[in-house]
């Protein structure tokens, strides 16, 4: 009787180790804000008492979500950890609650954190990921990012793209208005018209520069799929003005970082698309409520990353096949402008084409260049 008691019991967070995960990209990641040449992750271990083990990551994107690595780490380990020791991993929503609650902002660290925990508790399941969220598809298809460069750089790129076989492609712009005109109509020109575009400005643009810009494009015969964040993240008014005046829809990523500022802008029609990043919401329940919250106001939504490792991107693609319905974009390229994929047993990133598989939870069986801390 108290052997089948304690059994039952098993399953309380016990243990926590942190360690870092870096990995070389193919070429420097280059937007209107930053240039990056590798993938740097703080990664996440929590332990059950049953000797279960799940992971979980997070980038330091200071400049988008204000983390660094040495805050993601004494978030997580002075807050966020001693709020959830000894819980039952059944007991997901409370977790996720303490998690949120443990401190304020610190949106990566819970994120980690909590793709940690939904790898335990679907593995407690015995399902993967996207199946104990309720089923959904196991293949996505990802656009890739083509970083900001002279036009005949970024040419080639898109060039070398479409011909690994990606059919849509993500164009960083904003740094110069009228560079950034001639260096998208170089690439249209260059791709053709079956390949989709995708335009993310990263705040770089005023409404008015942004409406100028893209109707001028429309005039010259370039169409897009999406404008992603014109503008400043916080000029909330300008991206509703673009949203009305253009034909084109307009994304919100900056603009909609938390659950709370991407309702706002569905009740208030601020944009026509929402780029839902675990690392901005602050994980997988705030992603969930994102998403289940544009479903309501019918508005879709993009899944989208940082530069980061394929853990995250993984729990990121688990989630966009949970709620494919609404989440009908997939922006998940990081992985594949990685050198190598360090993580085995986990999603499949194979350049456009991203498999899940069967094992339960994310199904990471080991990760290649991890050092523990
Ligand atoms: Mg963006």
């Given amino acids: 009787m108290n052997l089948t008691k304690s059994r039952l019991d098993q399953g309380r967070l016990t243990k926590f180790r942190l360690g870092r995960l870096k990995v070389p990209l193919v070429t420097p990641f280059k937007t209107a804000l930053r240039s990056v040449d590798h993938v740097d992750d703080v990664v ?18 200071a400049v988008i979500t204000g983390d660094t690595h040495a805050s993601i780490m004494a978030a997580i380990r002075d807050f966020i950890w001693p709020a959830i020791l000894g819980k039952h991993i059944r007991d997901l929503n409370d977790i996720c609650q303490l998690i949120d609650k443990a401190m304020i902002h610190n949106s990566s660290a819970k994120a980690a954190v909590e793709i940690a925990i939904y790898d335990l508790w679907s593995q407690s399941l015995g399902l993967p990921l996207y199946q104990a969220l309720g089923g959904g598809i196991s293949q996505l298809h990802t656009d890739i990012t083509i970083s900001v460069n002279h036009p005949d750089e970024m040419v080639s790129d898109a060039i070398k793209a479409v011909d690994l076989g990606y059919d849509t492609l993500k164009l960083k712009v904003g740094k110069d208005l009228q560079l950034d005109i001639d260096r998208i109509g170089a690439v249209a020109k260059a791709v053709g018209p079956d390949i989709r575009l995708r335009l993310d400005a990263n705040q770089g643009w005023s409404a008015k520069q942004c409406i100028q810009a893209i109707s001028a494009m429309n005039r010259a ?75 309501a106001f019918r508005m879709p939504c993009m899944m989208g990353c940082m530069l980061e490792s394929s853990i995250g991107v993984a729990a990121a693609a688990h989630v966009a096949a949970s709620r494919h319905q609404v989440i009908t974009k997939i922006d998940l390229d990081s992985p594949s402008l990685c050198q190598f994929n360090p993580v085995a047993g986990s999603v499949e990133f194979h350049d456009a084409a991203i498999s899940l598989n069967q094992s339960p939870g994310l199904g990471i069986e080991s990760i290649q260049s991890l050092t523990y801390l």
Avoid: R, W
């Fill in 44 to 61: 996440v271990e929590l332990e059950l008492d049953n000797g279960m083990i799940g992971y979980g990551s997070a980038p330091a994107t």
């Fill in 221 to 295: 015969g370039i169409e897009f799929e999406l404008i992603e964040q014109p503008v400043a993240a916080d000029d909330i008014s300008g991206l509703k003005h673009c949203t009305e005046q253009l034909h084109t829809p307009v994304m919100a990523d900056e603009t909609a970082f938390s659950f709370a500022q991407s309702l706002h802008l569905m009740q208030n029609q601020g944009c026509d698309i929402i780029n839902i990043k675990l690392m901005k919401a602050g994980g997988i329940s705030k992603a969930l409520h994102i998403a289940d919250a544009a479903t």
